[in-house]
């Protein structure tokens, strides 16, 4: 029988996530339990936990109270069947990829790829793994580059750092016709503002330490399976991991041969820090998202900056897309300035804007992105990305908006 009742808002959820876990004593946040090894009276259930034929905690290596805790609550922020979480968003993408790949495999990938994720990428190459980069702005683009050998396709909802917005929806339907892995990095975007799994992704990858956390204080990443992908015909999960439902084959393999066997594990201090944090979310993302949209325009405006890549711009190339796909356009944008300008001296003149290689924080920050975060690709590389030796990122914080127009206004004077 059907409820009336309607369902609650993602901020609701997401802010009685713990309590709906009951971590005990009255708390309204799991505690952070710091214990790495766990005792059995009985050692046949310890057994029992190590083959999978009971729940409960092993090693912290790979399960840990505080840390499931943060899980539980990225999955119902995603509308997930189960997360696995991390040490930080790159070791969430490698693990996952190492976990599922093969030699002799295939990916298709966005190729304005997040500066280290292409890097790692171009690494699988050496293993074994080819992976074909394209425009994936266009759907005609990825369907062009499947292979037989294709397992997996890559995006990132809005790309960093010029903003290209891929085709999310038309990808998914894609790659659900094909029955490949549909992978969306929603860093950028966050559940707050996107659900990837609404365009079909099988798995949704988010570096907890940006916007989640929000505060610039911890690392964290996630993987959480969607609930949409039929792992059952999946070539490459081993024997020992199809115990249970299908649908949970995939994300076990990744706990075992990517997070037991990588090790790359979610500290539970950070873990606390990052659900705590987690709560005001779309607080900080609304507001961050609002300022980035007026400081745009202000600088669309400008005549010392030549261009400005924002999603939310009318003249973004994807602008009409964005807005169908997205709550907000995001707090992510990068500018070009005119070429009489230098770019190290402009970042010097910002008082409130911090120089800074993160992204997400409460506090707006930018960088020269072809002299750091990109340097390594070179100028050809860079060239194909549409990433200018004067390109600034900047990543929108949550100050007022007045301040922030008035300290770039005075820092291109």
Request: one cysteine or more; proline letters at 4%; hydrophobic letters at 40%.
């Given at each position: ?108 990938s966005s190729s304005f790829l997040f500066g280290n994720t292409n890097s790692l990428f171009n690494s ?48 998914g339907e894609l790659c659900a016709q094909r029955k490949i892995l549909y992978i969306v990095d929603n ?177 707006t920050l930018a960088i020269p992105v072809a002299h750091t975060i990109f340097y390594e690709m070179g ?35």
């Amino acid at each position: 029988m059907s409820s009336d009742k309607p369902a609650p808002h993602f901020d609701t959820v997401n802010l009685h996530s713990d309590r709906r876990d009951k971590p005990g004593h009255g708390a309204l946040h799991k505690p952070v339990h710091t214990s790495i090894a766990f005792e059995y009276e009985d050692a046949r259930d310890l057994a029992a936990v190590f083959q999978g034929r009971q729940s409960g905690y092993n090693y912290a290596r790979q399960q840990n109270p505080t840390v499931n805790a943060l899980q539980n609550r990225v999955t119902r922020m995603e509308g997930g069947l189960a997360t696995a979480a991390f040490s930080t968003g790159m070791a969430a993408i490698g693990s996952t990829l190492f976990a599922l790949l093969r030699k002799g495999d295939h990916v298709v990938s966005s190729s304005f790829l997040f500066g280290n994720t292409n890097s790692l990428f171009n690494s699988f190459g050496n293993f074994g793994v080819d992976v074909s980069f394209v425009d994936a702005t266009d759907v005609a683009n990825v369907e062009n580059a499947l292979r037989p050998q294709t397992r997996a396709v890559f995006v990132e909802t809005i790309a960093n750092p010029v903003t290209q917005v891929a085709d999310l929806a038309r990808i998914g339907e894609l790659c659900a016709q094909r029955k490949i892995l549909y992978i969306v990095d929603n860093t950028i975007t966050t559940p707050s503002l996107f659900s990837p799994r609404a365009v079909g992704a099988s798995l949704i990858i988010n570096s907890l330490s940006k916007y989640f956390g929000g505060h610039g204080d911890a690392l964290g990443g996630a993987v959480t399976d969607t609930g949409l992908y039929d792992w059952s015909g999946f070539p490459n999960l081993y024997d020992n991991y199809k115990t249970g439902p299908a649908s949970q084959w995939g994300l076990t393999q990744i706990r075992k041969k990517g997070l037991r066997d990588f090790g790359a594990t979610l500290a539970p201090e950070a873990a606390h820090s990052l659900a705590v944090g987690s709560e005001t979310l779309s607080l900080r993302v609304e507001r961050a998202s609002d300022n980035a949209l007026a400081l745009a325009r202000f600088l669309q405006a400008h005549p010392k900056v030549s261009k400005v890549h924002y999603p939310g711009l009318p003249q973004h190339p994807q602008h009409a897309l964005a807005s169908r796909l997205f709550r907000h356009f995001g707090a992510l944008m990068s500018i070009e300035l005119r070429e009489e300008l230098d770019c190290f001296d402009f970042l010097n003149r910002l008082e409130y804007v911090v120089s800074s290689s993160n992204l997400g924080d409460t506090r707006t920050l930018a960088i020269p992105v072809a002299h750091t975060i990109f340097y390594e690709m070179g100028a050809e590389r860079r060239a194909s990305m549409g990433i200018a030796d004067s390109l600034v990122r900047i990543a929108v914080g949550i100050e007022h908006i007045d301040d922030l127009i008035a300290d770039f206004s005075q820092a291109l004077a």
